[in-house]
């Protein structure tokens, strides 16, 4: 059976709140956007896409391995934009001031060992970041940018990040629906052979 996988980042409560706020600002502009709904909000480490289940087991003993190699660090989430330009908006993203690189270190570690297990490598460069709502059309598209300007540099909060997940997503009209599969400690000792589990 295939199952849809990423890597990510959770955020807490209070930063998810302020974001759901801003949100709710940004949806009086009346463009066609499809928000993330707030309980879904997070920050992608790594899209693995589509893949066997069998092998979930060996994609947590990566994330493990390289989660074991760095200590919890924390996360700035502040400022706001747009991909790919304000003139040809698509998605609509709250920043995060990762100052250490630690995000573009784990995103390129993991990107690299999980080629063997048949997962797709990424050639575009990593820009961490929260996605908030994709644009669908060009409606009220300059009244949405106009609100976005005003928080360009809004501060959402800072989070200590000390576990990364792995969630299984599946995808239907009504939105993704996100389970989570596996929460690794960041700085854990990891132990080769260790049974990571799998999908229940």
Known sequence: MKVRLFIAIEINEEIRKK??????VLKK?????????????????????????????AIVSVLK???????????DYTG?????TEK?????FADIIDAAGVLASLHEKLDNRLIALGVEHEDRKFVAHLTLGRI???RNVTKLIEKLLTFRVDHFGVAHVSQI?????????????????????VGAKYFPGQDPGSIS
């Open 136 to 138: 669908r059309s060009r």
């Open 29 to 57: 502009s009346d463009a066609d956007v499809g928000w993330v709904a707030p309980e879904n909000l997070h920050a992608t480490l790594k899209f693995i896409g589509s893949i066997d289940d069998g092998q979930v087991g």
């Open 65 to 75: 391995e390289t989660a074991s190699r760095i200590k919890p660090f924390d996360l």
């Open 165 to 185: 997940v792995l969630k299984k997503s599946d995808l239907s009209p009504d939105g993704p629906t996100y389970t989570l599969l596996h929460s690794v400690e």
């Open 88 to 92: 040809n908006p698509r998605i609509v």
């Open 19 to 24: 974001l759901a706020e801003f949100q709710n």
């Open 80 to 84: 706001v934009g747009v991909f790919p």
